[in-house]
């Protein structure tokens, strides 16, 4: 797809959302308000939506850059506790806008801070019982009811998901005469000081874990035999480290390999003509994007249609193609019956062998098992030479 066309689609959700405004009059229920990730929900589809509901409504959907601008807003929305007095009457007055009228009734945020948002109580539960499609998601190799169930409630969505990958350079790895196939690979002598990796501990030292039969949840690195040894290997393969600005060298030939996520490699205008990808054999790190409810958001019916729609067979298609992350309402195992456009993307619906022995990174909260994996990639990172970062270190 060109950038041309994918920017059409997905950046023109701004006029797509006044055209949208109908209706000063229309009364909260028939009211939608989401806050959601740059570019995850492509204009067409709010505009199908619009169209399903066949009455006149409200739909308010405004974007943030960063997964972690949502978690951030989240944590500012959480209902605040404090003692009534006759200096908060002013509050009252209509001029004075409440701020239970800024939360939007949905807001999409990263798997990695599902439960941080539970134990901290910024969102709230779902009722899946209206949603007519839940009981339809495949449960493998995925078990999404289970993912975002916790003390039998659902605190989260499943939206869309992806997973890191290998990206490479084809020209370069055809003079090679091999091409990656696993995590293995980017330990290879011909790749010394041509690859980016991921600015990000869990991601990278995780990545290595696997690669020596581990988990990227292991709990206590210092059980791993060879860790140490794997790692400082591979700092010396790496030319940079780069959670977010990978893309541009290896475009360049700067970097004969990177990786990174599945969205931003397939959101590449050269994938597939210049740049191939892998999802490593052994198993990867899996991400995906849920919708939640935040703490004090107001309901309305349109949130459980809304949730339900983007899993309808039609949508859900539409979705992957156009947001380069594959919708948990799509079967990886039954690839018969999709457009050939899915079937043949082994990035987008990879092989549900891998997807089986990949993992969800889980965030830490036993603090010894958190300091040795800042310790260790603070001592990787400073030893030999030191590739150039493009971030500030974190878990």
Known sequence: MSVRRRSFLTGTIALVCSQLAIGCQTSESLALSVKFLEDAVP????????????????????????????????????????????????????????????????ALIGDY?????????????????????????????????????????????????????????????????????????????????????????????????????????????????????????????????????????????????VVGSSRDILAMPQYGKQIAAVVPESGTALWADLWVRPANAETSELVDRWLDFCWTPQIARQLSLLTFALSPAISIEHRSDLPESLQNNSILLPDATIVKRSEFIKPFTDETTIEQYRSLWLKIRSSGSNPKSTSQISE
């Open 43 to 106: 204009a067409a589809m709010l505009g199908e939506f619009r169209r399903t509901i066949e009455r006149a409504v409200r739909l308010d959907f405004s974007s943030e850059p960063q997964l972690s601008d949502l978690f951030d807003l989240l944590r500012q929305w959480k209902p605040v506790v404090r003692e009534e007095s006759s200096g908060d009457n002013v509050l009252n007055f209509p001029f004075f806008k409440s701020q239970k009228s800024k939360i939007p009734n949905l």
């Open 113 to 257: 801070w599902l439960s941080k948002a539970i134990s901290a109580e910024l969102i709230q539960g779902f009722d899946p019982q209206p949603w007519t499609q839940w009981k339809d998601l495949p449960q493998q190799p995925i078990e999404w009811h289970h993912f975002v169930t916790q003390n039998d409630l659902v605190w989260g969505v499943p939206y869309r998901w992806g997973s890191t990958v290998i990206a490479y350079r084809i020209d370069k790895f055809r003079s090679l005469g091999w091409t990656p196939t696993d995590w293995a690979d980017l330990w290879s002598p011909e790749l010394r000081q041509r690859i980016a990796l991921p600015d990000s501990p869990r991601q990278t030292i995780g990545l290595t874990l696997k690669k020596l039969g581990n988990s990227y949840n292991c709990p206590d690195l210092n059980a791993v035999p060879g860790l140490d040894r794997e790692l400082s290997s591979l700092h010396q393969q790496a030319k940079f480290y780069s959670s977010t600005a990978y893309q541009q060298p290896l475009q360049r030939g700067d970097v004969w390999a």
